[in-house]
C-alpha cells in the first residue's frame, strides 16, 4: 500500500489544520491507522493511533482535546483534524498504516504555526 499525505502549511496559533492520507488500496479493514509528527529537534513522536480490529483510539496526552482522527473508507483515506494550534506543534506530519509485521508511511507534510 502506498499512502500521499497533504494539508500542510503554515496557520497561525489557534488555527486549524487539516491533514489528509489517501491509501492506494482499501485499509477500511485489518490496518491499523496512525499518525506522527517530526519536530524541528528530529524526535518522531506517535500523535494518534486507530486500532482498527479492536475499535480502539489512542492520543498522545500533547495533542488529545485538539486533535482527532477521521477515516472515510469509501475513498480510502484517513484525516486529521487539528484545532487550537500551538507554535510547538510544528513539525513535519507523516501518515502510517500497520499490518501484521508490516508498515507503510506517507511522504510528510509540513505544518508551521506562527504568528
Known amino acids: 500500500v502506498q499512502l500521499q499525505a497533504s494539508g500542510g502549511g503554515l496557520v497561525q496559533p489557534g488555527g486549524s489544520l487539516r491533514l489528509s492520507c489517501a491509501a492506494s488500496k482499501d485499509i477500511s479493514t485489518l490496518y491499523n491507522k496512525a499518525w506522527y509528527r517530526r519536530t524541528p529537534g528530529g524526535r518522531l513522536r506517535e500523535l494518534v493511533a486507530m486500532i482498527t480490529a479492536a475499535g480502539v483510539t489512542k492520543y498522545a496526552d500533547s495533542v488529545r482535546g485538539r486533535f482527532t482522527i477521521t477515516r472515510d473508507d469509501a475513498k480510502n483515506s484517513v484525516y486529521l483534524q487539528m484545532d487550537s494550534l500551538k507554535p510547538e506543534d510544528t513539525a513535519l506530519y507523516f501518515c502510517?498504516?500497520?499490518?501484521?509485521?508490516?508498515?507503510?508511511w506517507g511522504q510528510g507534510t509540513l505544518v508551521t504555526v506562527s504568528s
Open positions: 502510517n498504516v500497520a499490518w501484521g509485521p508490516h508498515n507503510a
